[in-house]
């Protein structure tokens, strides 16, 4: 529940301590903002600021006219703070900036919920930086004879695209050989470190079986 400053909160005194001991609801000012939620909901997490706050550690926290605990922080991202205690789910609005939420999770040591924060964070962070796979070609030059290994060598993602007969170049004992240029290709995916070690083995496979023109 949240309210503005200054309005009265029913069957509470300061601080939402009831008479005889500690009530079951608690009122926060939060820069300027009062929020009313049960102590349960505040010692949902058992090391946070809040959970320390409510259970009457000492914490250096001033209170206002109507006894709600002063905390000064930024209300805007208070609320889902304490919807996240009271139901385990972050929930934004869309113009609310995960970093701000993120912020204040650290202020009130909410473990689980930076947690949560981080990996979204992380997973835009990827999304938006993944960039489309980049077509490789290679066109090699091998003789007859030699087609049969070449094949052999076409694996982790390299394809044949065209095979063109050049004709014969030279004799071989009584026989012509036959020569080919071999046009493969392969979908690379930009990586921090650039090509891959594999890919740039198998590169070098393949033009060890033909000349690269």
Known sequence: MRMEAGEA?????????AAGG?????????????FLTTRQTLCREQKS???????????????????AYLIDR????????LNFLRHGKLVLDKD??????LEEAEFYNIGPLIRIIKDRMEEKDYTVTQVPPKHVYRVLQCQEEELTQMVSTMSDGWRFEQLVNIGSSYNYGSEDQAEFLCVVSKELYSSPHGLSSESSRKT???????TRI
């Open 9 to 17: 909160t029913p069957l509470t005194g300061a601080g939402g301590r």
């Open 22 to 34: 500690w009530g079951k609801w608690v009122r926060l000012n939060v820069g300027g903002t009062v």
């Open 49 to 67: 600021f809040l959970s320390r706050l409510c259970q009457g550690e000492e914490l250096q926290s001033d209170r206002d006219e109507t006894g």
């Open 74 to 81: 930024d209300p805007t991202y208070f609320g889902p703070i």
């Open 96 to 101: 609310m900036a995960e970093e701000g939420v």
């Open 204 to 210: 070098k496979l393949l033009q060890a079986r033909g």
